[in-house]
């Protein structure tokens, strides 16, 4: 099996997003609370785009529906040209809670979904052992999810989204139960992962600094209902160390951020 292609990978230049007009609102009884207004947003093929904002700005649902795992009332959403109309393997997500098998093995939850797709055992066995390798959880492919601790099985969630091949990798704030050094790792370690394997990244949260380090392109959203506030560029080194950080133009980002999110909370 290739190491580059297939079920373990993606090809570069696949998974761009277009996200056009769209707009949900939630009904219920005789009440309607419109959530997203009027969203449009381009995201490049191999791109790292994190959209930030506040608590009820509607960025967990854009997420979902891009996902498939909700529909909006509006618009429409297209990766690679084809539109989006359910959960689809082309996309895979990533939430904060640890949604792992718990009566299966770390090697079983990444080979789960593989396994539903009918793959050779001895395929599975190559694409679990790339992303253990990836994950650096080649030491506790035997464990189950309760021998491990909360970054290790968002690092299992993240291999187990990655062995099915997206073209997306969608993430709903995989790192906000972590504690503080914890989650500094773990963005590093996404990184990397997102280095080696060239696929989509649309990231959710609403830390500043989380955001500017991972990202290429920052998405700020604002509620009621949700829109687009505003799009920054990062320009920080490729190589994105804890050094980085403290870069004047990383420093200069949190400010111009922080500054336009206080303004819209005013």
């Not at 979904?113 to 994950?135: E, H, Q, W």
């Not at 370690?189 to 959710?204: D, H, M, N, Y």
Request: charged share 25%.
């Amino acid at each position: 099996m290739s190491e580059a292609i297939g079920v373990a990978g993606v090809e570069a230049g696949q998974g761009s997003i277009t996200i056009r007009g769209i707009g949900k609102t939630y009904r219920t009884g005789k009440t309607n609370f419109r959530a997203l207004g009027n969203i449009d947003l381009d995201i490049g093929a191999n791109e790292f785009v994190t959209i930030l904002g506040p608590s009820g700005c509607g960025k967990s649902t854009l997420l979902r529906i891009v996902a498939g795992l909700e529909e909006s009332n509006e618009g429409v959403i297209n990766v690679d040209g084809d539109t989006v109309v359910g959960p689809g393997a082309d996309r895979g997500m990533v939430f904060q809670g640890y949604t792992l098998f718990p009566w299966l093995t770390v090697r079983q939850n990444i080979e789960y979904g593989p396994k539903l797709k009918g793959v050779s055992i001895l395929d599975r066995r190559a694409i679990s052992n790339r992303y253990l390798r990836i994950t650096r959880l080649e030491s506790f492919a035997s464990r189950f999810p309760k021998q491990l601790s909360g970054g290790m099985k968002q690092r299992v969630a993240i291999a187990r989204a990655l062995a099915n091949g997206p073209k997306v990798l969608l993430m709903d704030e995989p790192f906000g139960a972590l504690d503080a050094q914890t989650k500094l790792e773990m963005q590093e370690a996404l990184l990397e992962v997102w280095e080696r394997e060239k696929t989509t990244v649309l990231f959710i949260t609403h830390d500043i600094d989380e955001a500017i380090f991972l990202s290429q392109r920052i998405v700020v959203m604002g509620a009621g209902p949700g829109h687009i506030v505003r799009e920054f560029p990062v320009t920080l080194p490729a190589e994105r160390t804890s050094d980085v950080r403290e870069h004047p133009d990383f420093l200069k980002l949190r400010r111009e951020i922080a500054a336009l999110l206080k303004h819209k909370e005013e």
